[in-house]
């Protein structure tokens, strides 16, 4: 135990045995780890013990030079900051928490005849929002459903503005559709209909089926028998959309079921959401790297449902120490102001649903396993091939784009393994090199790369890459192999050589070829790398040229600079809504003057 472990050790020991959350610090004072415990004197003295670790966690310790603390007074409290303090520092070691960036909702629309969209943006507007869900897939096809069931308009209209412009569709004859188009159809009256479809949203579909029931008789009763058959149909509908669903329990089963499969390696971790005994939507999270243990656990259970609104029940299968599923009841319970209600499972029905669930990530995880084993044979091929002292984790990939002197730009893709990552992409606008040259477009486009890493310690290039592979030939490698010198890096560089038909043919450095045909497996991969490097260069540089294109049309005409022309094509959507726009939507647009709107139309007009 050297000198700084045992200075955190002693540290860690006058702590109070308190509820609180442990900030844990690099030498640069950058966070690493955030936790939480009951008992802070416990749960931080045993990181500097010296007892046995998790890989994952011996990493994280070795990087640690101090820690700070926060003291609670409950340990949901804890857990609360905890997601806090994760979410605001993002450190290395803690796994990503959930947050609605990308995921799809059903908003049911704040409007005299609502209508139900799909979203993925939750704003305060006074509508509904039911989800999120896993993807935009799913979420269309419950819409359709849903509005189905319910007999809501699918057709896109806007009421009252559009009712009776028109004579109803045909899913008004099959009674599929409420049909407000008509004009027959009070807001009142519409707002039932709605109704249901938001009952359904919720999972409610056994109370629905009942309410519809109790409507469907009263109407019987009082003799009214095709409002009494439009009820039927309804339930008919709902029972139909009940049978689409996976059924895995009883009709009054409203439940959250989690499934968790970890190992030293990776953890699994799967969501089943019950609804009326059947699956509503499922969701996987795969966290590769190490084994979750049962604080980041919570913490991530606890971010899911900031964006997800939960059942009246969640369901565990593992992984829960005492005392943490009572600690996210509460923090639920409080945050959606109703009792909710985490339980690890321990048997009957509810130990199968989680059975389920977890049967569900050990397949996904076997599945995994077999993706990772051949990423690690396609990459340990591709280091024993190029003779690299490592197997690449990430590789950088650069081409050049340009369409004469303008527009020339490089584009870099990234893998992590074996899979493109494309949040990283980047392209180069070539700067310095006034005329086509690629290998000087090369060099400036890696310099000013390897320099966000190592001079601007960038946050978007934390790290350099473990290979670099370039679409274009000796020169080219030894280009920038000159540039990574100047600079004092290391990386190794080599080329990807086509043949005469443009296809894949070598890798080479600065002086050889290195063959790569006899191997099917390694040749398809780095096809796919100069594929992908080469759509992506163009993509982009074609869509400078198209942007440049429309500005500089509107910059001929006096009175319009690129910011004006910039303004024009961004509030009326394209050029040819500009050339075609009259002179009350062109003033329309800030800083577009009576003079320059007639400017416009008389150019467009002189051109036509």
Known sequence: ??????????????????????????????????????????????????????????????????????????????????????????????????????????????????????????????????????????????????????TLPT????????????????????????????????????????????????????????????????????????????????????????????????????????????????????????????????????????HIGAEELSAFIASVYEIREPAKEILVSDGLPDGEAEALSSLLSGRYGRKIEVRVTQRGMNRALCAMAKENAAYRAKLLRENSDKETQILGKLAQTLRLEVVPDRIESYDISNFGSDNMTAGMIVLEGTRFKKSDYRVFTIKETAHEDDYASMREAIRRRIRETTVKKSTAFPALPDLILLDGGKTHVAAVRAVLEEEGVDVPVFGMVKDDYHKTRALCDDENDVDISHDKALYMFIYRIQEEVHRFAITRMSNAKRKTLKTSSLEKIKGIGPAKARLLLGTLGSLSAVKNATKEQLTAVPGITDGIAEAIINHYKKDG
């Open 155 to 290: 057709c896109g209209k806007t009421f009252p503005k559009d009712a009776k412009k028109t004579r109803p569709c045909i899913y008004r004859q099959i009674g599929r559709c409420c049909a407000p188009c008509t004009g027959e159809l009070s807001a009142d009256d519409y707002a039932e209909y709605v109704k249901s479809a938001e009952s359904i949203l919720k999972g409610d579909i056994t109370e629905e089926k009942k309410r519809l029931t109790s409507l469907m008789e009263a109407a019987s009763e009082d003799l009214n028998f095709e409002l009494a058959a439009k009820y039927r149909d309804r339930i008919k509908s709902l029972s139909a959309l009940y049978e689409k669903q996976k059924v895995v329990s009883s009709p009054d089963t409203y439940a959250d079921a989690i499934g968790i499969y970890s190992d030293d390696d990776l953890t699994v971790i799967s969501f089943f959401f019950i609804r009326a005994g059947a699956i509503a939507d499922t969701e996987v999270d795969e966290f590769v790297g190490g």
């Open 1 to 150: 135990m050297n000198d700084r472990t045992e200075y955190l050790r002693k540290k860690a020991l006058r702590l109070p045995l308190r509820p609180g959350v442990y900030i844990m610090k690099n030498e640069r004072g950058e966070v690493v780890y955030v936790g939480k415990s009951s008992a802070l004197k416990n749960r931080v003295s045993q990181y500097f013990s010296g007892s046995a670790k998790t890989a994952k966690t011996a990493r994280m310790v070795s990087s640690v030079y101090d820690f700070d603390f926060i003291l609670c007074d409950t340990e949901t409290e804890a857990l609360a900051l905890e997601n806090v303090k994760i979410k605001q520092y993002e450190p290395k070691y803690n796994i990503k928490l959930k947050d609605d960036k990308n995921y799809p909702y059903i908003k049911i629309t704040r409007e005299e005849f609502p209508r139900l969209t799909t979203t993925r943006k939750r704003v305060q507007d006074g509508g509904r929002y039911y989800g999120p869900y896993t993807n935009s897939a799913t979420c269309r096809n419950i819409v359709r459903a849903v509005s189905q069931a319910a």
